[in-house]
């Protein structure tokens, strides 16, 4: 009687393990897509080359409440993920713009080294920097790169961590479509 | 003959000679045939020498930068210094595991020598062969140093530069593994003292064994606080990290075995007791392997490789079955005739076994919880430092009281004359606290203050009456310095005790702030005042160094340094901590002024009484040592009781 | 020095040099150290230099500096990141546990010694003699 218990607690605890195993321990829930709670606001300087179309500074309540929002935190010294995802980005910015706004936040990184990186990818949505990463911080970040999806009322609808791939990001873009 | 070649070899030749080893020793056991005795002791130097064989094809790949093996490749660089390229066979997986096994020969190798009836003999080498089998069978399968690369580059990226940065690197996880396996040998023994039911005589055959492995994990312990101090640049020793947890758990457990030994050696009691503590003991090194190298925890320091932490599951599994098995099977016959009243030497001593076996299922659970939680809850939280310090400050506490009174008490039952002492002590620590109290400090550092004079008193005390006894007895009273096993007992827990009031002060008390000072200026923090007078740059080869030049009133002038590594994406800073008997001043640079070098951001950390640990954890070698010394007269070294 | 300088500064890190960085004093690691780091997360806020610590280090010192309490800048990052970024487990919730298992694991110390040394029938002497004489079994 007492060995097969033995054998149960083993079994439970290697089951467990095994679990654990499969799973990435790094993974973390957003709060904020958690509890579909409004987008945080800010207001960052845009990079120079999109200051013609979108003015000195760009500030994020001006359009929350007009659509969706695909708000992607990035870095030039993130390799590989955010050179992956930045012509992903781009080519849904161009096939979505008319519906769905795209704004990149350089965060924690470089002037030089995040107009170099734009120029690479020849991104074309609007970019603002944010050197010191406050604005991660009130979105609970914690790695770069992160895209958070904003739906049509303002507030936060999911949060995808590392590199997005089209196939994800065209499924979200369905879901927050009305 | 390439290194490659030589590795795979002699890793495969150690294996075969293992399992032949493993083979003739389970026939020798079964077929009571001396001869295949004889041929399974044969094999154990055969076994060490096909590991050395191993050791020396890696060092070989090493030292003639061999890039072609992928382990050179990923932990090599043709810039490393000699020393660092020396100790490369242990900054990364596969490297570790093969020093493993070879320690484990070694071991193997030595126990063999020691003369033993066959019946024991037999199932002892089974296990350490059965050992072996899985060390080399891993490398031989899934973790292999020898792997090639197809395509060799011209030069390899260096190990992690968090392991080059100090000479520590080279002791450190020697020391570790010297532990480690040094486990393995009671455990064998034990196994074959419940397959014999032979339930006595195992735990003094052990005894240097058992305190060899102690005062490894025990000096590997401290060296890694130290190293992590002066390294990591965060001013700390301990952080309850998965991997310090996974290394503090078998150190407790070899504590609460090697202390219930001492009642079987010496009144024969705990004989279960034993079995399961060696057994959990050794277990525990298995599955610290496991935690860390399978990803399992998030950790500071763990590097996940596949099927590696698996394999080591599954050992720790069937090493934790076969002992307690054993156990549940022989049960019957070991269970203790409860002659002892609880107040009395073996009832301290069991109380502060469980004290240390409950600790480590605290620090197991800590580690542990956030996987089960979301296994069952689907909730991510963490468990940080917070909760196995105060979880951890209790146990310590009464850990500190047992290790006080227990050498006091006598064996069996509680005597008049003892009470007497028991006064005295609580006084002490009552003193201790008022006077902590009374200047000032937490109710935690003075409770500590207290613990500290309550077992300087209990070690005085033990002092007085080993030498009342000897005179008593017509000897010289000095002559109590020869009883080794005593003197140097109380030296450890002498040193155990001033490691934790060092410990409670260092936490309590720290203070770290941080400025950023122009040329020139001037800071005055903490009792220190400093000026920055400007940064330098310099080449090292494998690494670029910024050093910030800081003049200081009491410590001349002080340099810390920025270490900027081509592989790692931000610098590592290299502090300087000057050390005094009170406080431990922790300079480190932060940041600087890339452009012009005008400013030096500059953090300063003050703890108090870390130096004390660092004397605590040489006293403990000291007092190790001590005790095995061979005793120049064996007659002497005896307990002598009040005649 | 100044090349040297100059160079590092090409292939260095891209970290954001915009002026010095701000004091921060002993208040703040104090608190930085009960908050976890996102990035290193077995790190607390206080020993990680990863960016994300930096930042939550400068603004802990900018919410002291407008008066904020100790608890009201760690509900601002808990509302931000959620319970898990307190380094100690609340002690509620699914956390609770983790602080009431050791005092369990004590309690049933305390039962399992009691039952252990529980008094029991006495034995006649003289096999009370023979089992403390098998106690001491010579050395094999």
Redesign the interface.
């Known amino acids: 009687m007492r060995a097969w218990l033995w054998v149960l607690v083993v079994a439970f605890l290697a089951g467990i393990f095994w679990w654990g195993m499969q799973r990435n321990p790094r993974e973390l829930p957003s709060v904020l897509a958690k509890e579909r709670r409004p987008a945080p606001d800010f207001t960052l300087p845009l990079l120079p080359p999109y200051r013609a179309a979108w003015g000195e500074a760009f500030r994020l309540g001006d359009y929350l409440g007009k659509g969706p929002i695909v708000l992607n935190f990035w870095a030039s010294w993130c390799y590989p993920a955010c050179y992956e995802e930045a012509p992903v980005l781009e080519a849904a910015w161009r096939k979505h713009k008319d519906r769905v706004l795209f704004v990149g936040v350089n965060t924690q990184d470089k002037e030089p080294e995040a107009l170099r990186f734009i120029a690479q990818f020849g991104l074309t949505f609007p970019q603002v920097f944010d050197p010191r990463g406050r604005v991660g911080v009130d979105y609970g970040m914690y790695g770069v790169p992160e895209t958070f999806f904003i739906d049509g009322e303002g507030r936060v609808y999911a949060r995808h961590a590392g590199a997005i791939d089209e196939a994800t990001l065209e499924g979200y873009l369905k879901e927050l479509r009305p | 003959m390439t290194p490659a070649l030589l590795g795979n070899l002699s890793v495969a030749l150690a294996l075969a000679f293992s399992l032949l080893g493993l083979a003739l020793a389970l026939l020798a056991y079964l077929q009571g045939d001396g001869r295949f005795l004889k041929g399974a002791k044969a094999l154990a130097p055969l076994t060490l020498l096909s590991a050395l064989a191993a050791f020396v094809a890696l060092e070989w790949a090493l030292l003639t930068h061999d890039f072609s093996l992928a382990y050179v490749a990923r932990n090599h660089a043709l810039q490393d210094p000699l020393w660092v390229t020396l100790v490369t066979p242990w900054a990364a997986l596969e490297g570790s595991i093969l020093l493993w096994g070879l320690l484990q020969t070694l071991y193997t190798f030595v126990a063999s020598r020691k003369p033993l009836?066959p019946w024991r003999a037999s199932v002892v080498l089974a296990v350490l062969f059965g050992v072996q089998v899985f060390f080399f069978g891993v490398m031989a399968t899934i973790a292999s140093p020898f792997q090639t690369l197809p395509n060799p580059p011209a030069d390899g990226t260096g190990p992690n530069p968090l392991l080059q940065d100090h000479w520590m690197m080279a002791v450190h996880p020697v020391l570790m593994y010297l532990g480690f396996v040094g486990l393995s040998v009671p455990y064998a023994y034990a196994v074959a003292a419940m397959v014999t039911r032979?339930y006595?005589?195992w735990v003094?055959e052990t005894r240097w064994w058992t305190l060899i492995a102690w005062g490894f994990l025990t000096a590997g312990k401290v060296a890694g606080m130290w190293w992590s101090y002066e390294v990591l640049?965060?001013g700390?020793y301990w952080?309850w990290?998965?991997v310090e947890n996974a290394s503090f758990i078998p150190w407790l457990l070899a504590t609460a075995f090697l202390h219930t030994a001492y009642v079987q050696q010496a009144?024969?009691?705990f004989k279960a007791w034993n079995f399961a503590f060696v057994t959990l003991a050794f277990s525990a090194t298995l599955l610290g392997t496991?935690l860390t190298r399978?990803?399992?925890?998030?950790?500071?320091h763990a590097f996940a490789e596949g099927p590696v932490?698996?394999a080591f599951?599954g050992f720790f599994?069937l090493s934790t079955?076969l002992g307690?098995?054993l156990l549940?099977r022989v049960s019957r016959e070991v269970r203790d005739?409860?002659?002892f009243?609880?107040f009395s030497r073996e009832?301290a001593l069991l109380?502060g076994a469980?004290f240390f076996s409950?600790w480590a299922?605290?620090v197991l659970?800590?580690t542990f919880?956030p996987?089960?939680?979301?296994?069952f809850?689907g909730?991510?939280?963490?468990?940080?430092?917070?909760?196995f310090n105060?979880?951890s400050a209790p146990i310590g506490a009464g850990l500190l009281l047992l290790m006080g009174v227990g050498p006091l008490l006598p064996w069996r039952r509680p005597r008049e004359e003892v009470f007497r002492n028991l006064y005295l002590l609580f006084a002490a620590l009552a003193l201790g606290t008022l006077l902590g109290l009374l200047r000032g400090y937490t109710l935690g550092a003075s409770l500590a203050v207290g613990l500290f004079l309550y077992n300087t008193l209990a070690v005085a005390l033990l002092f007085a009456e080993g030498m009342r006894a000897r005179r008593l007895a017509g000897l010289s009273p000095w002559s109590f310095l020869e009883n080794r096993r005593r003197v140097g007992s109380l030296l450890v827990h002498f040193a155990v005790a001033l490691m934790a009031l060092a410990i409670a002060f260092s936490q309590t008390y720290r203070?770290?702030?941080?400025?950023?000072l122009y040329r020139g200026q001037a800071w005055e923090v903490a009792g220190v005042r400093m000026a920055f007078q400007g940064v330098?740059?310099l080449?090292e080869g494998r690494r670029?160094a910024?050093e910030a030049r800081l003049s200081t009133d009491r410590f001349g002038e002080v340099r810390p340094r920025l270490h900027?590594y081509p592989q790692m994406?931000?610098?590592l800073?290299s502090p300087k901590v000057i050390y005094t008997p009170g406080n431990d001043y922790y300079f480190l640079l932060?940041?600087f002024?890339?452009?012009?070098?005008e400013?030096a951001?500059v953090?300063l950390i003050v703890t108090p009484m870390v130096f004390w640990i660092w004397v605590a954890g040489v006293l403990m070698a000291l007092g190790t040592l001590y005790i095995l010394w061979p005793a120049s007269r064996p007659e002497a070294a005896r307990e002598v009781s009040p005649a | 020095m100044r090349l040297l300088l100059l160079l590092l500064s090409l292939w260095l890190p891209a970290l954001a040099q915009e002026g010095p960085p701000p004091d921060l004093s002993p208040e703040v690691f104090r608190i930085a150290r009960e908050l976890r780091c996102p990035v290193c997360q077995g790190e607390s806020a206080a020993e990680s230099n990863s960016g994300v610590a930096v930042e939550m280090r400068r603004l802990i010192a900018e919410m002291l500096e407008e008066g904020k309490t100790e608890a009201e800048i760690k509900a601002f990052f808990v509302e931000r990141y959620g319970e898990w970024i307190l380094y100690e487990p609340p002690r509620r919730g699914v956390t609770l546990w983790v602080w009431v298992l050791p005092v369990v694991g004590l309690f049933l110390l305390g039962l399992g010694l009691f039952a252990y040394f529980r008094p029991r029938r006495p034995l006649p002497k003289e096999l009370l003699e023979e089992a403390e004489r098998r106690l001491k079994e010579p050395p094999a």
Do not use: C
């Open positions: 009836d032979r006595q005589s003094e640049g965060w700390g952080a990290d998965p009144r024969g009691a496991f399978s990803g399992v925890i998030q950790s500071v932490g698996p599951l599994l079955a307690l098995g549940s005739v409860a002659v009243h609880p009832g109380l469980f409950g299922l605290v659970l800590g919880y996987l089960l939680v979301e296994a809850a909730a991510k939280v963490s468990v940080g430092a917070p909760f105060q979880v203070l770290e702030a941080e400025k950023t330098r740059a080449d670029f910024v900027f994406n931000s610098p800073p932060m940041d002024d890339r452009e012009k070098g400013w951001s953090r």
